[in-house]
């Protein structure tokens, strides 16, 4: 239980063009996901938090128009990094935060937050 | 203001045990996780604590004293896979997570 997947893992794109990442839960529901950003030996860092059919939150000093982020479903939440820049280039890494098990039993809390592997993107 | 403290780097031998310590400070308090999180890679959760004590899983524990804004994890028989950035995320009043940098641990054959 608690997996969850992102797409694509990579990405190579040129300055200006935008670029979409799914993060999806795919054996339960997330009514809350959010999106982060790592750069190398660095924290991560919480860009925005989503939640289910609502706008997203976003954290200070993240530009709101320029990382587009979609919560349609209990289980996909996208965001879209309009119109890349070089220093748009960074590991971004979604989890979803809800209750997982393996059938038997139940481990974490409904807060827990379980990752999806992070999408490389790099602009050029 | 929110903060967290662990030591930035830990070196310990296979097969050995070791402790990593956090000491935090937070608005509120709602739980303290631990993630593990290899280079290149995404965190992967642990554990999670939120009453004082401790909570074991396997080869790894985790204890925490709310008291003292103090948790650590112990992890056990020490494989060389077990190399890889250890984090303590407390959750705040919020629910939100706070984020250090991390202990970076490395298993010495």
């Known amino acids: 239980g608690a997996v969850v997947s992102q797409h694509p893992s990579w990405v190579i794109c040129k300055s200006g063009t935008s670029v979409k990442i799914e993060c999806r839960s795919l054996?339960?529901?997330?009514?809350?996901m959010f999106w982060y950003r790592q750069f190398p030996k660095q924290s991560l860092m919480l860009m925005a938090t989503s939640n289910e059919g609502s706008k997203a939150t976003y954290e200070q000093g993240v530009e709101k128009d320029k990382f587009l982020i979609n919560h349609a479903s209990l289980t996909l939440s996208t965001l879209t990094v309009t119109s890349a820049h070089p220093e748009d280039s960074s590991f971004y890494i979604c989890?979803?935060?809800?209750?997982?098990?393996?059938?038997?039993?139940?481990?974490?809390?409904?807060?827990?937050?379980?990752f999806g592997p992070g999408t490389r993107l790099t602009v050029l | 203001g929110q903060n967290i403290d662990q030591p930035t780097e830990m070196t310990a031998t296979e097969g050995a045990i070791v402790q990593i310590n956090c000491t935090y400070q937070t608005s509120g308090f709602n739980g303290l996780f631990w993630y593990q999180q290899h280079a290149g890679e995404a965190p992967t959760f642990l554990s999670y604590n939120v009453l004082d004590g401790l909570e074991e899983k396997g080869r790894f524990s985790s204890f925490l004293s709310r008291s003292k804004g103090y948790s650590y994890l112990l992890l056990k028989e020490l494989q060389m896979k077990d190399s890889a950035s250890y984090l303590c995320a407390p959750m705040d009043s919020n629910y939100q997570l706070i984020w250090g940098a991390g202990t970076k641990l490395i298993i010495k054959p």
């Open positions: 054996d339960f529901q997330a009514t809350t």
């Open positions: 989890s979803a935060r809800g209750l997982a098990g393996d059938g038997l039993r139940l481990y974490g809390s409904t807060d827990t937050q379980y």
